[in-house]
């Protein structure tokens, strides 16, 4: 939680050019400690510590095939968390209907929430209207769309879209949401 509190510190005093970098170099420094957070959560997912030998090799290769396992490993996860298989934005809204009550909880899940409206979720017909850039699109990078995500920011920011899933998600969720939600081991 320490190097949480102290991210949040850092970036709220960061210019907004600069965050990208600040999030590069926390994710570098505590990538093997979240992987093991990560096995120790969710044993039966061995492709999370494959995707982080990937990231690892620091090379274009590794990060293509380490972009696509952290999403895909996400997408399973909150699957599983939500009971919602398909798609990002209808497992937004279940958590806004189990838990539209609780307003802490839902400012701690905010990330979650937005994703429908992020360049990361966005459906095709948004795309259309919308330049992603340099964003990172979950269904292009899944589906083939897009060729050119193989980069180290790329893959932090998938993985750290898994940390959130598999690390955040299920410790703020209340303990009954949990049990009711996650399957049997």
């Known amino acids: 939680m320490r ?11 960061t210019p907004d050019q600069n965050i990208d970098q600040v999030m590069v170099e926390y994710y570098r420094t505590n990538l093997q400690s979240f992987a093991e957070q990560l096995t120790e959560e969710h044993p039966k997912r061995a492709a999370d510590q494959a995707a982080i030998d ?3 090799t620091m090379s274009d290769g ?10 895909a490993q996400a997408d399973g996860i909150l699957a599983e ?6 798609p990002i934005r209808d497992r937004a809204d279940e958590v806004r209907r189990r838990y539209g009550t609780d307003q802490d909880l839902l400012d701690l899940l905010y990330p979650l929430l937005q994703l429908k409206n992020s360049p990361f ?3 095709a017909k948004a795309r259309e ?14 589906h083939g769309e897009r060729s050119d995500y193989g980069t180290e920011m ?6 750290s879209f898994l940390v959130f899933v598999g690390l955040h998600i299920p ?3 209340p303990k009954s949401a949990n049990s009711a939600f996650m399957p049997e081991s």
């Not at 590794?62 to 999403?71: P, T």
């Not at 209207?129 to 990078?141: I, P």
């Not at 790329?154 to 993985?159: D, E, G, H, M, R």
């Open 154 to 159: 790329n893959s932090l920011k998938a993985f």
């Open 129 to 142: 209207e919308f330049s992603t850039g340099d964003w990172l699109n979950r269904h292009q990078v899944l």
């Open 54 to 56: 990937a990231h690892t």
């Open 3 to 13: 190097s949480l509190v102290e991210l949040v510190d850092r970036l709220s005093i």
């Open 81 to 86: 968390i939500i009971g919602v298989q398909q």
């Open 121 to 123: 979720a966005m459906s």
């Open 171 to 173: 410790a703020v969720l």
């Open 62 to 71: 590794g990060y293509f095939l380490s972009v696509l396992v952290f999403i």
